[in-house]
């Protein structure tokens, strides 16, 4: 399963479908690459490659323009020294986008059945799909940079929607974190829109005729501090365990937590358990896209949160409207039972993303050290694995000092299975 003896070093290098990696041998490539991917991608990357040589034919004139001003124009950025670097967008960015505005510009994607058309693999039938919105799955491995896909995609709807009068994307968004912690890093990154200012997202005013900074206006609203005061230019960003269809939805044993269903539902406090009512959002507007981060932990139609959603379209319907697009962007995208989400149409994966040097490369302690660990008899996990712990622990120290001299931050992962 190594990679082709061409693949580049550098992530902006733009990469030919015909080497990317694929999980076997190289010799196989030929028979088998397309029927070990995932469905979609692989047809996928060879029409969207056509899309970028022929100049981004087929695309509206204001996707044209973003993907020109993103992905060709050089930008300079001044660096804590005072020196000026060019800033480039990693090709598995640029990739993410070019493939989205391709199936909405070009083919026209509206649910199910038009995704369909790509499959490689002859596997895929519309009884694997769970919405019938528009819905996309970006795969990247973590670290390569997905917040910046989810930046672009939202400006990209947003200019959309403002500059073309029939445009069926959206000015409104719904952005989901699935814990706090990744909830708090996206909110760093939208708060002010800094993210928008700071990376080249919006074009320069007068950037092929529009004044694209003035026009960008949007209101950021966090979790349950919603106020929504105009029917257009809103990001609504919320953990995903507090949002709710405005029902009382009830309890599955399917759900990602299953205290409520087991215990019964907690008493609701006047903080830590209130909820962003969607419901109360849609009466407002009449758009809404819909972008999910780590979008792995939402999986399953019988999930609270899918429900949610599918309330959301619904209600959009009842007013003569739809659920633009839900774009879910994660390095993990499989159901419970291993299966990939059908819906991914890109894909950078972490084997790609290592060799680039794009993501941490993993590193283990001697071999001296790894022969002295031991599972030590007990139910408790920090018991039984101890040895495992201290020793990361140990390593993970050694690394702190070492960053601490570049005024970087070490930090210590324990995951488990």
């Known amino acids: 399963m190594a990679l082709h003896p061409d693949f580049p070093d ?32 692989p047809q996928l990357r060879r029409k969207v490659k056509a899309f970028r040589d022929s100049g981004y034919i087929g695309a509206t004139r204001t996707s044209q323009s973003l993907l020109k001003w993103w992905f060709q124009e050089p930008h300079l950025q001044p660096q804590v020294d005072g020196a000026m670097v060019e800033f480039q967008y990693f090709f598995a960015q640029r990739e993410a986008l070019e493939t989205i505005i391709y199936l909405y510009d070009v083919v026209g994607v509206k649910d199910k059945f038009d995704l369909m058309r790509f499959d490689s693999s002859g596997s895929v039938s519309a009884s694997l799909f769970d919405e019938t919105w528009r819905r996309l799955v970006v795969k990247m491995a973590t670290g390569s940079g997905k917040t910046k896909v989810m930046s672009l995609a939202l400006a990209w709807s947003f200019f959309h929607k403002l500059y073309k009068a029939d445009s069926g994307l959206s000015r409104n968004f719904l952005v989901i974190a699935p814990n706090i912690i990744v909830l708090d890093r996206i909110y760093k990154d939208f708060q002010g829109l800094r993210i928008f200012f700071d990376d080249p997202v ?3 005013n007068g950037f092929e005729g529009q004044n694209w900074r003035d026009d960008f ?15 257009t230019g809103n990001i609504f960003l919320t953990n995903m365990h507090r949002v709710y269809a405005g029902e009382d939805i009830p309890p599955s044993p399917e759900d990602d937590n299953t205290m409520d269903y087991f215990l019964g539902k907690r008493p609701t406090g006047a903080t830590t358990d209130s909820k962003v009512d969607l419901g109360m959002i849609v009466r407002d507007i009449d758009e809404l896209m819909v972008l999910n981060d780590e979008a792995h932990h939402i999986h399953d139609a019988r ?30 995208p499989k159901h419970n039972n291993g299966a990939i989400f059908v819906q991914t149409v890109a894909d950078y994966p972490l084997v790609e993303a290592i ?35 201290d020793l990361g622990v140990i390593e993970w120290r050694k690394a702190y000092e070492e960053h601490q001299k570049l ?5 210590l992962f324990v995951m488990t299975g």
């Open 10 to 41: 550098s992530p902006h290098a733009i990469l030919d479908p015909a080497i990317r990696w694929f999980p076997a041998d190289e010799a196989l490539r030929e028979t088998s690459m397309d029927k070990l991917m995932p469905p979609l991608v």
């Open 202 to 204: 919006v074009p320069d």
């Open 217 to 231: 206006q949007l209101t950021l609203h966090l979790q349950d501090e919603v106020r929504v005061t105009h029917p």
């Open 303 to 332: 999930l609270a949160w899918f429900q949610s959603i599918e309330d959301i379209h619904h209600r959009l319907l009842q007013k003569g409207g739809s659920l633009s697009l839900q774009l879910d962007v994660t390095a993990t």
């Open 355 to 389: 060799w680039q040097n794009v993501v941490k490369h993993p590193v283990l302690p001697d071999a001296a050290s790894r022969g002295k660990l031991c599972e030590r008899q007990s139910s408790k996990y920090t018991e039984k694995y101890a040895d495992y712990i």
């Open 407 to 411: 005024d970087k931050k070490a930090i």
